[in-house]
């Protein structure tokens, strides 16, 4: 069975421009999560989605919004990146929201320069 | 301050030492996870606690939820080099549909053979 795949592995990016990050949910996964790791934050927690819906979200500002596809692919797109955007972002898997066990991806790592 | 505390921060072990690190909450967990990642990479899953009390071991790592569900701790045996890497708690502080969930800022362990 495959991961967690995220797209791009790595991202250079410009202050201003907007970026798009990818991730496919282990086959059979509906609930998608989204994740801002920094070395002096640490794990973020930003949105959750299942069935297409978001279910949670955390305390980011609005330049960051996401969604998911009916075949439970998911993406998170920042706007008007900033410096302090440059991190690695992880998206995690799982069968259903709740307390139930959840995969994470490889990350993107995103630099803004 | 971080709502989920760990540690310590860093730890360096001889190989074949035992090791514990602790993940402390000042409010009751809903739920308790123990991951490790390598730097740069994903997250492993490595146990979920649910009860207090709650004790559960894979291969040489055993982890431990207290009565109050306000503290884990993760104790691995007999430390290996292939132990090395960073060790992440996360924890559920409301259940449902508004569940929060936060994560500790990692303990980083490095084994010496």
């Known amino acids: 069975k495959a991961g967690v795949t995220q797209t791009p592995r790595y991202l250079i990016k410009t202050r201003g421009q907007q970026v798009t990050l990818s991730c496919s949910p282990i086959?059979?996964?509906?609930?998608v999560s989204w994740y801002q790791q920094t070395p002096g934050q640490g794990l973020q927690f930003l949105f959750e989605y299942f069935s297409e819906t978001q279910r949670n979200k955390g305390n980011f500002p609005g330049r960051f919004s996401g969604r998911q596809f009916s075949n439970s692919r998911s993406e998170m797109n920042v706007s008007t990146l900033e410096l302090g955007d440059s991190a690695l972002y992880l998206c995690?898997?799982?069968?259903?929201?709740?307390?139930?066990?959840?995969?994470f991806g490889q990350g993107t790592r995103l630099t803004v320069v | 301050s971080q709502e989920l505390e760990q540690s310590p921060q860093s730890l360096i072990v001889q190989e074949g030492k035992n090791l514990t690190i602790n993940c402390t909450s000042s409010k009751t967990l809903y739920g308790l996870y123990w991951y490790k990642q390598k730097y740069g990479e994903g997250l492993i899953f490595l146990m979920m606690?649910?009860?207090g009390g709650e004790e559960k071991s894979h291969e040489k790592i055993t982890a431990k939820l207290d009565e109050k569900k306000q503290q884990s701790s993760l104790h691995i045996t007999a430390s290996q080099p292939s132990h090395a890497g960073i060790y992440l708690c996360?924890?559920?502080?409301?259940?449902?549909?508004?569940?929060?969930?936060?994560w500790g800022l990692g303990t980083s362990l490095a084994v010496n053979p």
């Open positions: 086959s059979g996964h509906r609930s």
């Open positions: 606690l649910q009860k």
């Open positions: 995690a898997s799982s069968l259903v929201p709740g307390n139930t066990e959840a995969f």
């Open positions: 996360g924890a559920v502080l409301r259940a449902g549909n508004n569940r929060k969930l936060i």
